[in-house]
């Protein structure tokens, strides 16, 4: 901002500072509880990204059947792609997502799950188009955000395709907003295929509406702090891959599974 378009104000003894790159991210997600992170993947990554999405989908599928995952409404998502091409891997470790999360969270941050996202064609219904919190069911609010999630857009977020509904700074707020107060301050924020939206969990979002004729995809991110359980066991899931990378080992989770038993617990203390 140059000094001619300078903020004007008076009475003020403190003000935010803008600093590092992650600095506006971080005061967007504490006042209005989202917002847009570049990526800054080339093209050939993200066309890489999408075909890792369609590899995992497919094993999903093989794996686990198509009429088995529609008959438990699983078929429009895909659980713990991490496990089929470390490509995820590079997506949930994104440096600026991960300087957001430790700078808003603390230094300890673990993922709590990553899941791809498929909004389908056509209207369709899909679990994730009703308002909700990523840490569903809780009412209240705390001075630090306790989850963030990153949702990367495999496409562009658009208002045709279903792009993502928030109610803006809702992560301060116990209760649901009324429905009055949803459609008037409701707002669906469009985003670039590549872009992360970043919200604080505790934020009310919905997905969109897909009135086009093509599938919308996304993979969500949910980074904790470590005394909150992971969705899935990832450190099972991955039978120690990525165990000897110090940052991952920490960041899936493997320093703070779930000890089997007393001995396990001791040996953790030893590690200490």
Known sequence: ?????KIGAYGIREQNKIIATEDTHIEELKNLGYTIVKSGFSDKKKQDIEQAFEDARTEQENKHGLDYLKSIDEHRLIRCPLQYNPIFIEILNHPLIAAICQSLIGPFVILNQQNGIINPPNKEKYSQGSYHRDL???HFTSSHPLAINALYCIEDFTTENGSTFV????????KFP?????????????????D????DCMLYHSGGVNKTDQQRRAINNVYTIPMMKQQINLPNILAGLYKDDPVLEKLLGYTTNVPNSIQDYYDTRQKK
Do not use: C, N, W
């Not at 901002?1 to 378009?5: A, P, Q």
């Open 167 to 174: 109610l803006p700074a809702s992560h301060k707020e116990e």
């Open 136 to 138: 569903p069911y809780q």
């Open 196 to 199: 992360f939206i970043v919200l």
């Open 178 to 194: 009324s429905d009055q107060f949803i459609q008037k301050h409701q707002r669906q924020v469009e985003a670039k295929a590549g």
């Open 1 to 5: 901002m140059t000094e001619d378009h």
